[in-house]
């Protein structure tokens, strides 16, 4: 069956460190990933996607890139900042396009 | 001009009260649904329409009862409310190739 695991957090870094937040997957034939965050109070926001092997999705400094060989997703951002302060979640979607499969949700606390 | 928006976003009430949330769409999606976002953020599916035929009910119970008068509105109703529903409950729809699009969410407080 399909199924996301992505890193348990909560994870908390100083401005400007380097984020990585580990997303692998199990699916059957060709799914699409995504990464969505969740600020404070708010609803889930699509931050990135890709749709096949070796595409690389990115927004707002955040970037991710599709590794079949691993499955998997990773999220990095170089430099982060106070503002993207969020849980981070990890999903995957099947060929219909029907259902999604949500990660667990990384927790992630920037500080000044 | 929100894509997708759910009424109300706050939600108290007592214990054993009927109560009902509602989702709307304005991005021609084919399919809704309803998800259940616990305290610890985990997000549990619940229910899936693709134009107003269930096709995903997950292991949910029969006092939540979604409603689809068309394939833009899929309503969350919630019958003999208990202190367990307490949760945050996300609207969402998609199309095939474009991901979710999430509403803000519905905070229920069971008192």
New interface residues.
Partial sequence: GNSVTQMEGPVTLSEEAFLTINCTYTATGYP?L?W?V?YPG?????LL?A?KADDKGSNKGFEATYRKETTSFHLEKGSVQVSDSA?Y?C?L?DQ?????Y?G??T?LTVIP | DTAVSQTPKYLVTQMGNDKSIKCEQNLGHDTMYWYKQDSKKFLKIMFSYNNKELIINETVPNRFSPKSPDKAHLNLHINSLELGDSAVYFCASSQPTGGYTFGSGTRLTVV
């Fill in positions: 699409s995504f969505y969740q708010e609803g889930l926001q699509l996607k749709t849980v979640f999903a979607s219909t396009g029907n259902q999604f949500f667990t949700g927790s």
